[in-house]
């Protein structure tokens, strides 16, 4: 199983970007999905997640202005990210969980991408 992240990029503050991961193999209906981010100096943080069945969790600070949504019909998980700030600036990074609802366990990891916001 391979993820493979992109979307990320340079944005002014109060610009959007959509972040995609398409994950290889059979197994991702069968998974709960994660976007972390790490900034530099900070611990990696959980930003948001998906379910198998659509349930979603988000980190406080961007609840309102991060959606995530999965296509199982193409392996994708999305984090659309709106009224970004300078603060959302970090490295994004997906995950595959290890069970169809949300938990701390994951099984796979994606390369990240950069997310720089300007102010």
């Known amino acids: 199983v391979q993820l493979q992240a992109s979307g990320g990029g340079l944005v002014q503050a109060g610009g959007s970007l959509r972040l995609s991961c398409v994950v290889s193999?059979?197994?991702?209906?069968?998974?709960?999905m994660t976007w972390f981010r790490q900034a530099p100096g900070e611990e990696r943080r959980r930003v948001a997640a998906?379910?198998?069945?659509?349930?979603?969790y988000y980190l406080e600070s961007v609840q309102g202005r991060f959606t995530i949504s999965r296509d199982n019909a193409k392996n994708t998980v999305y984090l659309q990210m709106n009224s970004l700030k300078p603060e959302d600036t970090a490295i994004y990074y997906c995950?595959?969980?290890?069970?169809?609802?949300?938990?701390?366990?994951?099984?796979?990891w994606g390369q990240g991408t950069l997310v720089t916001v300007s102010s």
């Open positions: 193999g059979r197994t991702f209906n069968s998974r709960a």
């Open positions: 995950a595959a969980g290890r069970r169809t609802m949300v938990t701390d366990e994951y099984d796979y």
């Open positions: 998906i379910s198998w069945s659509g349930y979603t």
